[in-house]
């Protein structure tokens, strides 16, 4: 009998105490405002930076081989490990003109469910410069995750998510979006999400981020934009090669465990003059279970 499982991202879920920050900054100015934000935050079903990602108890890597040990009604004290990486940082700056800046952002490390985000933003920026004015704004977004082969048996809350596979494949993803600006003058909308812990593998992994530059009133923004993804996904697949019996609901499986999907993607949009419109949508999602 063979059988195979590819799978895909299965987030950690929420440590004991958690964290919730948010900030609302609104801005009205003629001459220069500045805005510095960055933030990353880690997070592990394990040990931060403790290679390599660590297996269950009850499975043993034998080379390229893995092999699972199911004892009736016992659940592994420790399950596989899965640690992601998530990141944002903006950079503005706006010079010799007039400036109305309004931006709000949220970050919540507890478990989210599928149509709420761990970390979200939202900026709208006004700026009319002089002759010599210009805004140079730049954001950038970042979810990085590697998971360990797991069990599957205790990570859905879906009877049917699993079906009859036992494990879950290992996996490593990242996915970075963002943009810049540089402009004499116009209307700036970013927004971006991001969503890396959840209670169980029915949620997926998220990431998404919006831009839209446009000009003020009846004219069009005068300058440069760019918005950019990049992107590498691999997934692995497990084989079953051999399943034996050793008891009433003891057993013991053996998989050949190698890489089954591997993807790079990139994109880029730029536009330089005069800007009527310029619009851009990204979305990432990984998952056992989708929802888009």
């Not at 960055?38 to 040990?47: D, L, N």
Request: proline share 4%.
């Amino acid at each position: 009998m063979v059988c195979s499982i590819v799978l895909a991202d299965h987030a950690p879920t929420q440590t004991p105490e958690t964290q919730g920050l948010d900030t609302f900054t609104n801005v009205v100015v003629a001459g220069i405002s500045t805005e510095s934000e960055e933030i990353v935050w880690q997070e592990s079903s394990r040990a931060l930076n403790d290679p390599p990602l660590s297996m269950p108890d009850t499975v043993h890597e034998m080379g390229s081989f893995i092999m699972w040990t199911h004892f009736p009604g016992f659940l592994a004290a420790r399950s596989g490990e899965t640690q992601y990486t998530v990141s944002y940082s903006e950079e503005t700056m706006a010079e010799q003109g007039f400036t109305s800046y309004l931006k709000q952002n949220s970050l919540d490390t507890r478990n989210q469910p599928a149509n709420q985000d761990n970390l979200e933003t939202d900026k709208i920026v006004a700026f009319e410069g002089s002759i010599t004015g210009r805004m140079t704004s730049a954001e950038s977004m970042l979810v990085d995750g590697a998971g360990q082969v797991d069990i599957s048996e205790d990570k859905f809350l879906c009877p049917f998510a699993s079906g009859s596979q036992h494990l879950i494949a290992p996996y490593c993803n990242i996915v970075q979006m963002g943009s810049s600006v540089n402009i004499q003058d116009g209307l700036l909308h970013t927004s971006s999400g991001e969503r890396a812990v959840t209670s169980t593998a029915d949620v997926p992994v998220e990431a998404e981020y919006h831009i839209q530059l446009s000009g003020i009133g009846q004219s069009a923004a005068t300058g440069s934009a760019n918005a950019y993804m990049q992107s590498h996904f691999q997934e692995g697949r497990m084989i079953l090669t051999d399943h034996e019996d050793l008891g009433p609901g003891f057993y013991l499986e053996i998989y050949r465990l190698g890489q089954a999907v591997d993807i790079i993607y990139n994109e880029e949009t730029r536009a330089t003059g005069e800007i009527s419109y310029f619009k851009k949508d990204m979305q990432y999602e990984s998952g056992i279970r989708r929802t888009s």
